[in-house]
Each structure stands twice: as C-alpha cells, then as structure tokens.
C-alpha cells in the first residue's frame, strides 16, 4: 500500500472513480445519480468558484466532473451549433461506433425536463443523427433556492 500511496495519481483516486460514476450514470440514464455526482464535484476541492449562479460555473463544474472518464475516449464542445441555436455541452466519442454521443444543456431555477424539452424543440441533436445511432440527451438544472442538482 505504502508504494501506491507514493503515485503521483493516488490524490486524485477520488476524483478520478466519481469522474468513471459520472459518466456510468449518464450512459446508464441515471437521473439520480448525476444529480448527485454533480452535487459532489460542486461541493469537492475540485471545485473553486466564487459564484455559482451562471451556466458558466455549472459547465465548468460538469467539465470538471467528466474530466477523467473521458480522456481520450471523447472530446468535449461548449456553445456548438446544433439545430436551431447552440448546445451549451457536447461530448463526442473520438472514435463512432464505441459510445454515444452526449448532449447537455443547462437550466438554472427552472427544471431538467425544460432542459431537455429545450434539446428537442431546438433540435440539437439532427446535426448528428446520421453520424449516431445512440445518442444522450441530459438536462441538469440548479435551484439557487436549494443549492440542489436536478
């Protein structure tokens, strides 16, 4: 054990298995969970923001949360034109064929399903439907009246 603690990545053990559940949960469409992790990575060292009411601080803290799950499995895109306006977050595997892709959009006191609806409506995700057979669409949403992830 001694030997393994002295890796340089044995710090970030923690953050790397939430990262591996993250991902888990939203391939598995697991509301729940996501909303959970994501709650766990705002409340992590990971984490230093100073204000967390934009969409900004919540892609990065998704960002953050993701990080480590999908290195060199998917390259993530902010704001990509999709459909009728932009996608706020986009993880496209590095290789089709292996993993679907990933679609977020955000919501801030409002609800995950408005997020979604919001996909669907703006039809994010016909620019790659001929590319995807299998393709996530994720709404998360933060209440600044309960610090809650939805």
């Avoid at 977020?104 to 039809?123: G, H, L």
């Amino acid at each position: 054990m001694g030997i393994i603690k002295q890796q340089e990545w044995y710090e970030r053990m923690e953050n790397i298995k939430r990262s591996e559940s993250l991902l888990k949960a939203i391939l598995e469409l697991d509301a729940t969970t996501v909303a959970t992790l994501i709650q766990d990575v705002h409340n992590s060292p990971a984490v230093a923001l100073l204000d967390y009411n934009d969409e900004e601080s919540l892609t990065y803290c998704v960002m953050t949360g993701l990080l480590w799950s999908t290195l060199g499995k998917y390259i993530s895109r902010r704001e990509e034109h999709a459909g009728k306006g932009r996608a706020d977050l986009v993880y496209e595997p590095t290789i089709k064929g292996t993993s679907p892709l990933i679609l977020i959009e955000f919501k801030y006191d409002d609800s995950a399903e408005k997020a979604i609806k919001q996909i669907k409506e703006k039809e994010y995700f016909k620019r790659y439907a001929g590319q995807y057979r299998n393709i996530i669409l994720v709404g998360i949403n933060y209440s600044t009246k309960t610090k809650d992830h939805q």
